[in-house]
């Protein structure tokens, strides 16, 4: 059974980048057609997709957060990453990595816990 765990500071100051590492236990991210994503629960909103990276490392992401955000991943120790850059007190939410077998649909077969992430000076 993988499981998720993601981490990085609560709390982040508006113009800051944010930064989130997900850990992957039971499970290697090169694992064949399996992709890890970074989806987020704004306060009061639905779920937003932001962006995958596959067991290849290729990296996708939605057009609407593209210009700031990066996942990139560390094979080594089964971990992947989140960069948003120049957060906003918008982008406050609580983010969780995710597995799928697509890129971009919303079919998630395993979550991390969540973390809660607040952007404010």
């Known amino acids: 059974q993988v499981q998720l765990q993601e981490s990085g500071p609560g709390l982040v100051k508006p113009s800051q980048t944010l930064s989130l590492t997900c850990t992957v236990s039971?499970?290697?991210?090169?694992?064949?057609?399996?992709?890890f994503s970074w989806i987020r629960r704004p306060p009061g909103k639905e779920l937003e997709w932001m962006g995958a990276?596959?067991?290849?490392?290729?990296?996708y992401y939605s057009p609407s957060l593209k210009s700031r955000t990066s996942i990139a991943r560390d094979t080594s120790k089964n971990q992947f990453t989140l960069q948003l850059r120049s957060v906003t007190p918008e982008d406050t939410a609580v983010y969780y990595c995710?597995?799928?077998?697509?890129?971009?649909?919303?079919?998630?077969?395993?979550w991390g816990q969540g973390t809660q992430v607040t952007v404010s000076s």
């Open positions: 995710v597995r799928g077998g697509d890129p971009v649909s919303n079919d998630y077969d395993s």
């Open positions: 990276i596959g067991y290849m490392g290729t990296t």
């Open positions: 039971g499970g290697s991210i090169t694992t064949a057609h399996y992709y």
